[in-house]
């Protein structure tokens, strides 16, 4: 038995650029076992497995331009996410490519197990958009400020000039982001990501305010354990959060689309937009397919 599988890299144009992830068709009602092991065979930041065949009509909100599937997200340490940026518009592109079954097809709608339905469209400029609950940043008390503060500084081997930390609201608990000022220089910045296991947050956000005219924020993701060499190239959740921060902090309108960059070491753009009346935040990138084939099941 085999099933149709890509290999992308999304929010780039840049084949070493970007986030890389695999996406495959397949029957989800095989044993989770099943996509843990190819996962972590196919060793890519995240595989996306999609049903190997749309699900009914009946489910679209648009039957004409709309075409749905389920999706799961396995990383290649073997555990699933519950929601993936990368990840989303990787197999949103994955199922674009599928001119067997979705030509002509503008809006791709992905049923998740615990975040019910993620849309993905395609847009006039070529960028695929996603849309993501988003949530406000809370402010941490003076006491675990101080804390983090001393494991940041511990991480980087110097004092770092953090103007604010903040955790996520509900579903992005475990998410903190660190705002530092710009002179920092977040792109080039020593982290030592093992003593980052201090901080008592799995997703650890550094951001700061961007002077090019590029973009308007920059941003690095940490996650020791979790993500391959414990940064994410470009994670699309942590926007979820840095998205309304930006917004508030900066003064920009709702739904007005800015750019945002990770300055990981592949690095990614994004278009981000928060929507204040919906409480989501929409992501747009590019996405590029870098091969194709068919992955054998045994």
């Avoid at 996410?81 to 599928?98: D, P, Q, V, W």
């Avoid at 608990?173 to 020593?190: G, M, Q, R, W």
């Avoid at 005219?213 to 190239?233: K, Y």
Wanted: proline share 4%.
């Amino acid at each position: 038995m085999s099933a149709k599988f890509l290999l992308l890299t999304a929010f780039s144009t840049n084949p070493n650029g970007g986030n890389p992830a695999a996406v495959v068709f397949t029957d989800l009602s095989q044993p989770e076992e099943v996509f843990k092991n190819i996962s972590q065979n196919l060793n890519q930041p995240i595989t996306a497995f999609v049903s190997a065949h749309p699900l009914p009509s009946s489910s679209l909100s648009n039957k004409e331009r709309s075409i749905a599937f389920s999706v799961r997200w396995f990383t290649a340490s073997r555990d699933e996410a519950a929601l993936c940026g990368h990840g989303t518009l990787a197999a949103a592109k994955a199922i674009f490519e599928r001119t067997d079954i979705a030509a002509n097809m503008e809006i791709v709608e992905l049923h998740t197990i615990t975040h019910g339905v993620v849309m993905a469209a395609k847009r006039g400029d070529g960028l695929i958009e996603i849309e993501f609950p988003a949530t406000k940043t809370q402010e941490v008390s003076r006491e675990v400020f101080t804390r983090v503060s001393r494991v940041l500084n511990e991480a980087s081997g110097k004092e770092l000039k953090i103007d604010h930390i903040a955790t996520g609201g509900e579903g992005f608990k475990h998410y903190a982001i660190f705002v530092l000022d710009e002179k920092e220089d977040i792109k080039n910045l020593p982290i030592n990501t093992t003593l980052l296991r201090e901080t008592g947050f799995e997703t650890n956000i550094y951001t700061s305010q961007s002077s090019n005219t590029a973009e308007r924020f920059v941003s690095r993701m940490f996650a020791p354990g979790l993500v391959p060499g414990d940064e994410d190239h470009v994670c699309g959740s942590a926007h979820c959060l840095l998205t309304p921060y930006w917004y508030d902090r900066l003064g920009i309108s709702s739904t007005t689309e800015i750019k945002a960059k990770q300055v990981s070491a592949r690095g990614g753009d994004l278009g981000v937009a928060w929507d204040l009346e919906r409480n989501t935040v929409k992501l747009a990138g590019e996405v590029i397919v870098l091969g194709k084939g068919r992955l054998n099941l045994f």
